[in-house]
């Protein structure tokens, strides 16, 4: 498993602890910054985690910003991206499981280490089912994102 982690300039004081927690389940975490506490714009390095997944560097991705939504809202413009902010277990394994969702967004603001540290084994450590009601909802979700794209 391999799993990009990004976040913003917020977001970077959890960043440190999520890639420990990775490394502790023997996960391939790939930091794609920041690495300064400069202010920067959360849509290009929700960018880079989307397209470390699209371009097969990674299978999964974490995103970290102050409330986790507007990192949440980057990545779901890009194709084949699911991500959702996820501030419990349940949704962490259960997004992965049901959705197969494949970018867990994080909010520093929100949450603290510890249970940063939970959510991401629960999202780290989930499989999706393949159940053919979740493969069924999951085509129809990629056929509203065609229909968005070619009409008005």
Do not use: W
Not at 111 to 118: D, N
């Amino acid at each position: 498993m391999r799993i990009a982690v990004a976040s913003d300039h917020v977001g970077l004081s959890l960043k440190p602890q999520i890639l420990d927690v990775l490394s502790a389940l023997g996960v391939d975490a790939i930091d794609l910054g920041p690495n300064s506490p400069e202010q920067i714009d959360f849509p290009d390095f929700a960018e880079r985690v989307g397209r470390a997944i699209q371009n097969g560097q990674a299978d999964r991705g974490i995103l970290i910003c102050g409330s986790g939504v507007g990192m949440s809202i980057a990545a779901n413009k890009m194709a084949d991206i699911r991500a959702a902010v996820t501030h419990d277990t349940y949704s962490a394994h259960q997004g992965v499981e049901h959705d197969n969702m494949n970018v867990m967004c994080l909010g520093s603001r929100i949450i603290g280490p510890a249970l940063a540290a939970e959510l991401v084994h629960a999202f780290a450590t989930a499989n999706f089912d393949g159940d053919a009601r979740f493969v069924r909802r999951l085509d129809k979700i990629d056929a509203l994102a065609l229909k968005a794209r070619t009409e008005p």
